[in-house]
């Protein structure tokens, strides 16, 4: 009888082991790409640790507590073989399908105002895609959370770090007369020469990514909409108190994060990807649209990957590939915790602004901007 008794304690001892062995994390609020070898193509060098599988850690270590796991039930749990193997075949599939650095492409994007506009040299640039047409949401955003002039207590706090409101665009032949006129008095708007179809934003983010880098000086590069409430406090606090953030200060790539978002094959859907575009079940990593949150090293290290003719249409993803590919020493993927990015298509969105808000979708009156101001510098 002691035999049995041994290994109902030898097995539970040996999941452990084998779930250390398997994942390495300082913090489970966070997940982290962290390649071993820099100079390696090999996605062996590559950990990733998931959302879903850190929670399945905890729920594990309970069973195992309680003494009622085997290691077959711990990796069928985790979803991986004992090896390792199933998952690597996942990450094989995205590196086989990600963008890969042509050599020779330049942007097809051109400006049309590029004698408008003034350079920057600061902390945090912000890049706010904004139909060409739609001038109240960019006077909105002037007069409320892209004024610097509104947060002297909050700069004053970080050593007046300083940020900037660029709006980027497409060319709608009837709105450009005006929108040039609005661009000679702002002086904060790429006007670019490409269609404002949804499916085009992939190769302005690119587009705006290659000009911020070469034009401005920056620590963090913001990518947003128009449409999209950003809290300067939090952000403030975010990049220059948030432990993982001080830690990955040129390392950081963060937003909404989806870990293991995959093409949407509903034909009838905004984001539809037939399986000619991508074959595979699974995207690499990558944060939404609304705040997409990049280091200036990381914006340097994937702009030479970037495809022009042949881009993938959801410009989220087409990032998180960009940044996979790129393999950046120790770079940081942090998700957000809690209320920090907020996707909120209610009437009653201006009302919901809570203490650690970043960012809130979908804010489109000035009202509702101002609203949501006040409530940001409360705290």
């Not at 060409?132 to 050593?159: C, E, H, L, S, Y």
């Not at 042949?310 to 960009?322: H, M, R, S, T």
Request: aromatic share 12%.
């Amino acid at each position: 009888m002691r035999a049995p008794n041994s290994l109902r304690i030898l097995i539970p001892i040996l999941g452990v082991i084998l779930l250390l062995s398997l994942f390495t994390f300082k913090d489970s609020s966070y997940i982290r790409f962290t390649p071993t070898n820099t100079q390696s193509n090999d996605l062996n060098d590559v950990k990733i640790i998931h959302e879903e599988e850190l929670r399945s850690m905890q729920e594990l270590r309970e069973m195992i507590d309680k003494n009622s796991l085997s290691l077959g039930q711990i990796a069928k749990s985790l979803n991986v073989s004992l090896d390792n193997k199933s998952r690597q075949k996942k990450m094989d599939t995205i590196d086989k399908q990600s963008p890969r650095v042509s050599g020779n492409e330049k942007p097809n994007v051109k400006l049309l105002n590029e004698e408008d506009l003034k350079t920057f040299d600061g902390q945090i640039l912000f890049l706010v895609f904004s139909h060409i047409g739609n001038v109240d949401r960019r006077t909105a955003i002037r007069r409320t959370w892209g004024a610097p002039m509104n947060f002297p207590k909050q700069r004053a706090m970080f050593k007046n770090a300083t940020y900037k409101v660029l709006f980027i665009t497409g060319f709608v032949a009837d709105k450009i007369k005006k929108a040039k006129e609005e661009s000679k008095t702002h002086r904060d708007m790429l006007i670019t020469n490409r269609t404002e179809n949804y499916f085009d934003i992939s190769r302005r983010t690119q587009f705006g990514i290659h000009w911020t880098i070469r034009n401005c000086k920056f620590d963090f590069f913001f990518k947003t909409d128009d449409d999209v409430f950003v809290s300067i406090p939090n952000t403030y606090n975010f990049f220059y108190k948030d432990p993982f953030a001080v830690e990955h200060k040129t390392s950081l790539y963060a937003g909404l994060m989806h870990m293991r978002g995959g093409p949407n094959r509903n034909k009838n859907s905004k984001w539809y990807i037939d399986k000619k575009r991508w074959g595979q079940t699974v995207y690499a990593p990558f944060a939404t649209g609304m705040a997409i949150i990049l280091s200036r090293n990381v914006a340097e290290r994937i702009e030479p990957y970037f495809q022009w003719e042949n881009v993938f249409p959801l410009e989220d993803v087409n990032i998180g590939f960009y940044v996979f590919v790129a393999k950046v020493p120790n770079i940081g993927v942090r998700p957000s915790k809690g209320a920090e990015f907020v996707l909120d298509y209610t009437g009653a969105v201006c009302n919901h602004y809570k203490r650690k808000t970043i960012t809130m979708h979908s804010v489109k009156t000035e009202a509702c901007m101002k609203k949501l101001m006040q409530e940001s510098l409360k705290y």
